[in-house]
Protein backbone atom coordinates (compact mmCIF):
# COMPACT_ATOMS: atom_id res chain seq x y z
CA UNK A 1 0.00 0.00 0.00
CA UNK A 2 0.93 3.53 -0.69
CA UNK A 3 1.15 6.04 2.24
CA UNK A 4 1.20 9.66 1.63
CA UNK A 5 2.16 12.10 4.09
CA UNK A 6 3.99 12.87 7.21
CA UNK A 7 0.97 11.94 9.10
CA UNK A 8 0.47 8.80 7.60
CA UNK A 9 3.75 7.28 7.95
CA UNK A 10 4.20 8.58 11.58
CA UNK A 11 0.68 6.92 12.46
CA UNK A 12 2.02 3.44 10.30
CA UNK A 13 5.34 3.91 11.99
CA UNK A 14 3.37 4.04 16.11
CA UNK A 15 1.62 0.99 14.74
CA UNK A 16 4.21 -1.10 13.64
CA UNK A 17 3.25 -1.46 10.18
CA UNK A 18 5.92 -2.92 8.04
CA UNK A 19 7.28 0.29 5.52
CA UNK A 20 9.78 -1.00 3.02
CA UNK A 21 10.80 2.19 1.43
CA UNK A 22 10.40 5.91 1.88
CA UNK A 23 11.34 8.33 -0.56
CA UNK A 24 11.81 11.93 0.91
CA UNK A 25 12.26 15.28 -0.71
CA UNK A 26 13.60 17.99 0.87
CA UNK A 27 15.59 18.15 4.58
CA UNK A 28 12.76 16.25 7.58
CA UNK A 29 11.92 18.04 10.50
CA UNK A 30 13.44 16.86 14.13
CA UNK A 31 9.83 15.24 14.25
CA UNK A 32 9.99 13.65 10.56
CA UNK A 33 13.80 12.80 11.02
CA UNK A 34 12.53 10.61 14.41
CA UNK A 35 9.87 8.78 12.25
CA UNK A 36 12.47 7.80 9.75
CA UNK A 37 15.19 6.63 12.25
CA UNK A 38 12.25 4.42 13.95
CA UNK A 39 10.96 2.82 10.54
CA UNK A 40 14.89 2.81 9.43
CA UNK A 41 15.59 0.73 12.63
CA UNK A 42 12.72 -1.64 11.24
CA UNK A 43 14.32 -2.58 7.97
CA UNK A 44 12.75 0.73 5.79
CA UNK A 45 15.03 1.93 2.64
CA UNK A 46 15.03 5.30 2.85
CA UNK A 47 15.49 7.33 -1.02
CA UNK A 48 16.21 11.06 -1.36
CA UNK A 49 14.40 12.18 -4.37
CA UNK A 50 13.66 15.59 -5.98
CA UNK A 51 10.70 17.19 -6.01
CA UNK A 52 9.70 16.16 -9.64
CA UNK A 53 10.22 12.55 -8.76
CA UNK A 54 7.74 13.03 -5.51
CA UNK A 55 5.11 14.15 -7.95
CA UNK A 56 5.74 11.55 -10.00
CA UNK A 57 5.38 8.74 -6.77
CA UNK A 58 2.68 10.63 -5.13
CA UNK A 59 -1.09 10.28 -6.18
CA UNK A 60 -2.21 13.71 -4.56
CA UNK A 61 -1.88 16.96 -6.65
CA UNK A 62 0.23 19.06 -2.99
CA UNK A 63 2.47 16.05 -2.11
CA UNK A 64 3.58 16.90 1.70
CA UNK A 65 7.48 15.80 0.85
CA UNK A 66 6.83 11.69 1.66
CA UNK A 67 6.15 9.03 0.30
CA UNK A 68 6.22 5.36 1.43
CA UNK A 69 5.23 1.95 0.37
CA UNK A 70 4.36 -0.69 3.00
CA UNK A 71 2.77 -4.08 3.65
CA UNK A 72 -0.68 -4.44 4.38
CA UNK A 73 -1.42 -5.75 8.08
CA UNK A 74 -2.40 -8.85 8.33
CA UNK A 75 -5.98 -9.23 9.78
CA UNK A 76 -8.42 -12.25 10.50
CA UNK A 77 -12.05 -11.53 10.76
CA UNK A 78 -11.80 -13.23 14.69
CA UNK A 79 -10.12 -10.08 15.43
CA UNK A 80 -13.12 -7.70 14.61
CA UNK A 81 -14.97 -9.18 17.18
CA UNK A 82 -12.21 -8.44 20.34
CA UNK A 83 -11.98 -7.53 23.14
CA UNK A 84 -16.11 -8.55 24.27
CA UNK A 85 -18.43 -7.35 24.14
CA UNK A 86 -18.26 -6.82 20.06
CA UNK A 87 -18.82 -3.93 17.92
CA UNK A 88 -18.51 -3.84 14.35
CA UNK A 89 -19.12 -2.16 11.60
CA UNK A 90 -20.12 -4.31 8.38
CA UNK A 91 -20.45 -2.52 4.64
CA UNK A 92 -21.22 -4.53 1.76
CA UNK A 93 -20.98 -1.94 -1.74
CA UNK A 94 -19.50 0.58 -0.07
CA UNK A 95 -18.09 2.33 -2.98
CA UNK A 96 -16.87 5.37 -2.06
CA UNK A 97 -13.50 5.53 -0.49
CA UNK A 98 -13.90 8.47 1.17
CA UNK A 99 -16.49 6.74 2.87
CA UNK A 100 -15.03 3.74 3.92
CA UNK A 101 -12.29 5.81 5.25
CA UNK A 102 -14.30 8.16 7.37
CA UNK A 103 -16.04 5.03 8.42
CA UNK A 104 -13.07 3.52 9.63
CA UNK A 105 -11.74 6.70 11.47
CA UNK A 106 -15.23 6.40 13.12
CA UNK A 107 -15.45 3.48 14.30
CA UNK A 108 -11.72 3.63 15.74
CA UNK A 109 -13.46 6.95 17.36
CA UNK A 110 -16.60 5.28 19.07
CA UNK A 111 -14.27 2.19 20.04
CA UNK A 112 -15.52 -0.37 17.83
CA UNK A 113 -13.76 -3.88 17.90
CA UNK A 114 -13.47 -3.67 13.99
CA UNK A 115 -14.35 -2.81 10.52
CA UNK A 116 -15.42 -5.35 7.58
CA UNK A 117 -15.87 -4.17 4.32
CA UNK A 118 -16.89 -6.85 1.05
CA UNK A 119 -15.12 -7.08 -2.30
CA UNK A 120 -17.52 -4.36 -3.38
CA UNK A 121 -16.59 -1.36 -1.72
CA UNK A 122 -13.55 0.22 -1.86
CA UNK A 123 -10.15 -0.72 -0.57
CA UNK A 124 -9.83 0.76 2.76
CA UNK A 125 -6.15 0.19 2.25
CA UNK A 126 -6.40 2.55 -1.07
CA UNK A 127 -4.55 5.69 -0.98
CA UNK A 128 -7.82 7.76 -0.45
CA UNK A 129 -9.45 5.62 2.13
CA UNK A 130 -6.35 5.72 4.09
CA UNK A 131 -5.60 9.38 3.82
CA UNK A 132 -9.82 9.79 4.88
CA UNK A 133 -9.34 7.79 8.14
CA UNK A 134 -6.19 9.73 8.99
CA UNK A 135 -4.70 6.53 9.87
CA UNK A 136 -7.57 5.07 11.93
CA UNK A 137 -6.89 1.97 9.73
CA UNK A 138 -3.61 0.89 11.72
CA UNK A 139 -5.07 1.18 14.89
CA UNK A 140 -8.21 -1.02 14.22
CA UNK A 141 -8.85 -4.13 12.22
CA UNK A 142 -9.75 -3.81 9.06
CA UNK A 143 -10.89 -7.08 7.34
CA UNK A 144 -12.01 -7.28 3.97
CA UNK A 145 -14.25 -10.42 2.99
CA UNK A 146 -15.50 -12.16 0.10
CA UNK A 147 -19.08 -13.56 1.31
CA UNK A 148 -20.00 -11.02 3.84
CA UNK A 149 -23.45 -12.82 4.39
CA UNK A 150 -21.54 -16.32 5.75
CA UNK A 151 -19.26 -14.39 7.91
CA UNK A 152 -22.85 -12.81 9.30
CA UNK A 153 -23.99 -16.11 9.51
CA UNK A 154 -21.08 -17.43 11.18
CA UNK A 155 -21.28 -14.66 13.84
CA UNK A 156 -24.86 -15.13 14.46
CA UNK A 157 -24.31 -18.51 15.84
CA UNK A 158 -21.28 -16.98 17.78
CA UNK A 159 -23.99 -15.43 19.68
CA UNK A 160 -23.48 -11.88 17.68
CA UNK A 161 -26.81 -9.93 17.34
CA UNK A 162 -26.67 -8.75 13.44
CA UNK A 163 -28.46 -5.44 13.21
CA UNK A 164 -28.91 -3.90 9.30
CA UNK A 165 -29.49 -0.80 8.78
CA UNK A 166 -32.48 0.60 7.31
CA UNK A 167 -33.81 4.09 5.73
CA UNK A 168 -37.05 4.18 7.57
CA UNK A 169 -39.12 1.48 9.65
CA UNK A 170 -36.93 -0.04 11.97
CA UNK A 171 -36.58 0.35 15.54
CA UNK A 172 -35.08 4.00 16.49
CA UNK A 173 -31.69 3.55 17.67
CA UNK A 174 -32.42 5.48 20.69
CA UNK A 175 -35.11 2.23 21.19
CA UNK A 176 -32.29 -0.72 20.59
CA UNK A 177 -30.24 -1.86 22.57
CA UNK A 178 -26.31 -2.11 21.66
CA UNK A 179 -25.41 -3.06 24.58
CA UNK A 180 -24.82 -7.29 23.33
CA UNK A 181 -22.22 -8.43 21.08
CA UNK A 182 -23.19 -6.70 18.14
CA UNK A 183 -22.42 -6.19 13.89
CA UNK A 184 -23.95 -3.68 12.16
CA UNK A 185 -24.11 -3.91 9.15
CA UNK A 186 -24.37 -0.69 6.75
CA UNK A 187 -25.46 -0.80 2.62
CA UNK A 188 -24.58 1.08 -0.21
CA UNK A 189 -24.16 4.62 -0.74
CA UNK A 190 -27.13 4.42 -3.28
CA UNK A 191 -29.20 1.26 -3.29
CA UNK A 192 -28.78 0.88 0.57
CA UNK A 193 -28.23 -3.03 2.04
CA UNK A 194 -29.41 -5.91 -0.10
CA UNK A 195 -32.98 -7.61 0.37
CA UNK A 196 -31.35 -10.91 1.76
CA UNK A 197 -29.20 -9.29 4.30
CA UNK A 198 -31.81 -7.61 5.65
CA UNK A 199 -34.23 -10.00 5.82
CA UNK A 200 -31.62 -12.03 7.48
CA UNK A 201 -31.00 -9.92 10.33
CA UNK A 202 -31.92 -10.05 13.97
CA UNK A 203 -32.91 -6.45 14.07
CA UNK A 204 -33.57 -3.61 11.51
CA UNK A 205 -32.54 -0.06 13.20
CA UNK A 206 -32.92 3.56 11.40
CA UNK A 207 -31.84 7.10 12.13
CA UNK A 208 -35.03 9.20 13.34
CA UNK A 209 -35.28 12.40 10.74
CA UNK A 210 -36.84 15.48 10.15
CA UNK A 211 -38.60 16.85 8.02
CA UNK A 212 -38.20 15.51 4.13
CA UNK A 213 -35.02 14.39 4.71
CA UNK A 214 -34.74 10.70 3.15
CA UNK A 215 -31.39 9.17 4.10
CA UNK A 216 -27.72 10.56 5.45
CA UNK A 217 -24.38 10.46 4.14
CA UNK A 218 -23.08 6.49 4.30
CA UNK A 219 -20.12 7.42 6.50
CA UNK A 220 -22.44 10.07 8.89
CA UNK A 221 -24.92 7.17 9.27
CA UNK A 222 -22.41 5.02 10.65
CA UNK A 223 -20.93 7.26 13.11
CA UNK A 224 -24.26 8.26 14.39
CA UNK A 225 -25.22 4.61 15.07
CA UNK A 226 -21.71 3.33 16.51
CA UNK A 227 -21.76 6.95 19.00
CA UNK A 228 -25.20 5.56 19.70
CA UNK A 229 -23.84 1.88 20.89
CA UNK A 230 -20.97 3.59 22.66
CA UNK A 231 -23.12 6.30 24.68
CA UNK A 232 -25.42 3.25 25.78
CA UNK A 233 -22.62 0.76 26.73
CA UNK A 234 -21.14 3.30 29.03
CA UNK A 235 -17.99 4.65 27.58
CA UNK A 236 -16.16 7.82 28.50
CA UNK A 237 -12.90 8.79 26.97
Avoid at 4 to 22: N, Q
Avoid at 94 to 116: C, E, F, H, M, Y
Amino acid sequence: MLLDGWHLLGEAATAGVVVEKIAVCGPPTAHEQRIIDRLRRDGAQLVEVSGTVLNALSPVNSPTGVVASARIPAITSPSVLTPAPALVLAATGLQDPGNAGAIIRSAAAAGATGVVLDELSADPWGWKALRASMGSAFHLPVVRSRAIAGLLEEWRHAGIRIVATVPRGGHSMYELDFKPPTAIVLGSEGAGLPDDLIGSADARVSIPMQGAIESLNAAVAAAVLLYEASRQRGVRS
